[in-house]
């Protein structure tokens, strides 16, 4: 009888660990299936906001571009707009400086003992030749 219940001790004790291993390796079976849904929930997080950060990227290109060509035609109009008053005020400065030019030539011809007012034409002719001057200065610096 003893022999039985060694037998019979021994049988429990190998459905035992029997079941001990099978429920090691469910466990084992249990957390690998858990570990390769958190990492395959990981990786799709992560391609997914790859992914959105691409498309938020490109649309800001995009309107960074179409932002800067509308400023670009800004600038290039105003630029002409500029340039043209430069020149018309620079024409007319011209057509000054020749009106001087002819009236201080009729008055150094007409007048010998005159000389204060030829001194003051001479000295707003000046006075023109350094505006002119300026305003291509500034034209130049725009350009």
């Given at each position: 009888?003893?022999?039985l219940?060694?037998?019979?001790?021994?049988?429990?004790?190998?459905?035992?660990?029997?079941?001990?291993?099978?429920?090691?390796?469910?466990?084992?079976?249990?957390?690998?299936?858990?570990?390769?849904l958190?990492?395959?929930?990981?990786?799709?997080?992560?391609?997914?906001?790859?992914?959105?950060?691409?498309?938020?990227?490109?649309?800001?290109?995009?309107?960074?571009a179409?932002?800067?060509?509308?400023?670009?035609?800004?600038?290039?109009?105003?630029?002409?707009?500029?340039?043209?008053s430069?020149?018309?005020?620079?024409?007319?400065?011209?057509?000054?400086?020749?009106?001087?030019?002819?009236?201080?030539?009729f008055?150094?011809?007409?007048?010998?003992?005159?000389?204060?007012?030829?001194?003051?034409?001479?000295?707003?002719l000046?006075?023109?030749?350094?505006?002119?001057?300026?305003?291509?200065?500034?034209?130049?610096?725009l350009?």
């Amino acid at each position: 009888m003893n022999d039985l219940s060694l037998e019979t001790n021994l049988a429990g004790r190998q459905a035992q660990a029997t079941r001990k291993r099978r429920s090691a390796v469910s466990l084992v079976v249990f957390i690998g299936v858990w570990a390769v849904l958190i990492g395959g929930g990981f990786y799709m997080a992560k391609w997914y906001t790859d992914r959105m950060q691409q498309e938020i990227t490109a649309d800001i290109e995009s309107q960074t571009a179409a932002q800067l060509q509308e400023m670009q035609k800004s600038y290039d109009a105003k630029l002409g707009q500029l340039e043209a008053s430069y020149s018309a005020e620079m024409t007319e400065l011209k057509g000054k400086i020749d009106a001087l030019n002819e009236l201080l030539t009729f008055t150094k011809d007409n007048a010998d003992t005159k000389t204060d007012n030829s001194n003051k034409l001479y000295t707003q002719l000046n006075e023109v030749k350094k505006q002119l001057d300026e305003l291509k200065k500034s034209l130049d610096v725009l350009k």
